[in-house]
């Protein structure tokens, strides 16, 4: 996210909200990896 931010300008927040947004789908496709827990452990009581 830094790297979307910095040494930007944005002429709205809508501009802003719109290159984060791309800037998701884009990290999300590309870069993204599932997460796998490694730790098991006793079972949560409600």
Same mark, same amino acid.
């Given at each position: 996210?830094r790297k979307?931010? *910095?040494?930007?300008? @944005?002429i709205s927040?809508? %501009?802003?909200?719109? *290159?984060?947004?791309? @800037?998701?789908?884009?990290? %999300?496709q590309?870069l993204?990896?599932?997460f ?7 079972p949560l009581?409600a």
């Amino acid at each position: 996210m830094r790297k979307l931010l *910095r040494r930007a300008s @944005f002429i709205s927040k809508q %501009n802003l909200k719109q *290159r984060i947004e791309v @800037f998701i789908a884009y990290f %999300n496709q590309t870069l993204a990896k599932p997460f796998k827990w490694t730790k098991t452990g006793k079972p949560l009581a409600a």
